[in-house]
């Protein structure tokens, strides 16, 4: 199961998306992305993931330190 939060930005609302189990963000879309099959929620990954996406785009950030469990083939997460 994955939960989903959304966040505005300057690229249009991105769908952040984390295994709560883990507590690690899998993805993050773009608006023009189709939606994941995802319940809506929040967890310590997303509150941390909005924090310093908001930062970013404010200009006061330029790294980030996040627990990341990517998700896809072996070859879609080697990309």
Known sequence: ???????????????????????AIVGIALPAQPARDATRGSCD??????????????GARVAFDLPLAPVGTAFQRRV
Not at 1 to 23: C, F, H, K, W
Not at 45 to 58: M, P
């Open 45 to 58: 990954a997303l509150a941390r993931a909005c924090t310093q996406l908001a930062e970013y785009f404010a």
């Open 1 to 23: 199961m994955m939960i989903v939060t959304t966040l505005r930005s300057p690229l249009g609302e991105l769908s952040l998306y984390a295994d709560p189990d883990a507590n």
